[in-house]
Nanobody, 122 residues
Framework: QVQLVESGGGLVQAGGSLRLSCAAS????????MGWYRQAPGKQRYLVAS???????NYADSVKGRFAISRDNAKNTVYLQMNSLKPEDTAVYYC????????????????WGKGTLVTVSS
């Protein structure tokens, strides 16, 4: 069984910073892509940022220049540094691990964390 555990959410004032972490644990051989999604009340979940095992990153336009995603492959951990936070960044942030292989012979599967709440006050 693979589990993703997020941490680092909380309440911050507009203009502040937070750093989210997500650690994948269990029997893991490799993870293709790790990413962060967010879902605000009444809205759909969408991709904020992702990073491949090779370090290729992708960002939503709304967070480019403010957020930075990074990854420690040895620890199966992904981070999201969020700067210049805005009230519209308020949401539950979910960690996703895509293409998780439990052995060299296994296929890839997707896993989700339970989410961490980020609240940005104006």
């Amino acid at each position: 069984q693979v589990q993703l555990v997020e941490s680092g959410g909380g309440l911050v004032q507009a203009g502040g910073s937070l750093r989210l972490s997500c650690a994948a644990s269990g029997s893991i051989y490799s993870i293709n892509r790790m990413g962060w999604y967010r879902q605000a009340p009444g809205k759909q979940r969408y991709l904020v940022a992702s990073i491949t095992s090779a370090g290729i990153t992708n960002y939503a336009d709304s967070v480019k220049g403010r957020f930075a995603i990074s990854r420690d492959n040895a620890k199966n951990t992904v981070y999201l540094q969020m700067n210049s936070l805005k009230p519209e960044d308020t949401a539950v942030y979910y960690c996703n691990a895509n293409g998780v292989r439990r052995s060299i012979h296994s296929g890839g599967m997707d896993y989700w964390g339970k989410g961490t709440l980020v609240t940005v006050s104006s």
